[in-house]
């Protein structure tokens, strides 16, 4: 090879195709999107978690203190309430969470495909 043609330096517009760095783009900013809902989805979790154990301390607290099997009885079904009602509410923001990432993911691609054009 000529040493003249190693010099020419060499487009990226010919390198690579037209609407390449729109979808560069498109991948970065979706990754991007992927690693924030993870980190928000984390913060739930942890949220979470040491909000029922919190929950879970003082529900054996109370149970110590009960004089009679219809205490336990009540305690354990208000508990088991609460627990089911706070894990539906925990699930549906979880879901909340994951579904605006979504879409978030799919308008930065249909942004991406309309600079294309």
């Known amino acids: 090879m000529s040493q003249a043609r190693r010099e020419q330096p ?7 195709p037209e609407g ?9 900013g979706s990754f991007q999107t992927m690693f924030k809902t993870m980190s928000d989805l984390q913060q739930h979790y942890l949220q ?12 054996a607290s109370e149970f110590l203190r009960c004089k009679s099997w219809e205490d ?7 508990w088991a309430k609460q627990v089911s009602d ?13 579904q605006n990432a979504m879409q978030n993911g ?3 691609f249909d942004n991406s495909a309309k600079r294309q054009h």
């Open 10 to 16: 060499r487009s990226t517009d010919s390198v690579f």
């Open 48 to 59: 979470f978690a040491t909000h029922r154990l919190e929950k879970n301390a003082e529900a």
């Open 86 to 98: 706070e894990y539906a509410q925990h699930f549906a923001k979880l879901a909340e969470v994951t």
């Open 20 to 28: 390449t760095a729109a979808f560069s783009d498109a991948i970065a």
């Open 72 to 78: 336990i009885a009540a305690l354990q079904q208000s």
């Open 106 to 108: 799919a308008a930065q």
